[in-house]
């Protein structure tokens, strides 16, 4: 069975630049996750989905970050303006329901510049 | 959110067990007790969970302390693939999505 996917798996881009990242959840799976992590802070939750609507973005930084699930097969993160600070890796995770075991997909590494 | 406390690191001899401790004395009744580990590279991956019993599967065991403020994860033959970061993790009812990763423990196994 696929795992979540997704992409792309390294982004490197200029502060300023917009960027997107990408994920596809497990099928079937109702809940979806948006977790950063860098070395400072650890593994953070950025935001969370269920049935494709958004329930907790408190753990969103800023207004530059924004999340959407347009259907229950996609989801994007993205960035605008990104800044350096943003630099770290994304991970994108499902679960059947909110309370079950969560599968991660195996992160986006972004660097900006 | 009640907390969490592991040991930074271990080191464990390839198939030999691993016994992983993990402090969590302000745990309330409702909380389930996590454990998620993370491969270098890799997102984290589930691993096993419990609530008062102790529970098997086919990556490892749990073993919770009877007052549960406490709980051990126990890889019974490391292998040089369960060389990850370790992460104990306690899930509440009222956020029942919500999972709070510490610094976890690093396990590194020696051939």
């Known amino acids: 069975d696929a795992g979540v996917i997704q992409s792309p798996r390294h982004e490197v881009t200029e502060m300023g630049q917009e960027v997107t990242l990408r994920c596809k959840p497990i099928?079937?799976?109702?809940?979806l996750f948006w977790y950063r992590q860098t070395m400072m802070r650890g593994l953070e939750l950025l935001i969370y989905f269920n049935n494709n609507v958004p329930i907790d973005d408190s753990g969103m930084p800023e207004d530059r970050f924004s999340a959407k699930m347009p259907n229950a097969s996609f989801s994007t993160l993205k960035i605008q303006p990104s800044e350096p600070r943003d630099s770290a890796v994304y991970f994108c995770?499902?679960?059947?329901?909110?309370?079950?075991?969560?599968?991660f997909g195996d992160g986006t590494r972004l660097s900006i510049l | 959110d009640a907390k969490t406390t592991q040991p930074n690191s271990m080191e464990s001899n390839e198939e030999e067990p691993v016994h992983l401790p993990c402090n969590h004395s302000t745990i309330s009744g409702t909380d389930y007790i996590h454990w998620y580990r993370q491969l270098p590279s890799q997102g984290p991956e589930y691993v096993i969970h419990?609530?008062?019993s102790n529970v098997n599967n086919r990556m490892a065991s749990l073993a919770i302390a009877e007052d549960r403020k406490s709980s051990t994860l126990i890889l019974h033959r490391a292998t040089l693939r369960d060389a990850a970061v370790y992460y104990c993790i306690l899930r509440d009812l009222s956020n029942d999505y919500k999972l709070s990763f510490g610094a976890g423990t690093t396990v590194t196994v020696r051939a």
């Open positions: 995770a499902s679960s059947p329901f909110r309370n079950q075991p969560q599968h």
């Open positions: 099928s079937g799976h109702n809940s």
């Open positions: 419990g609530l008062t």
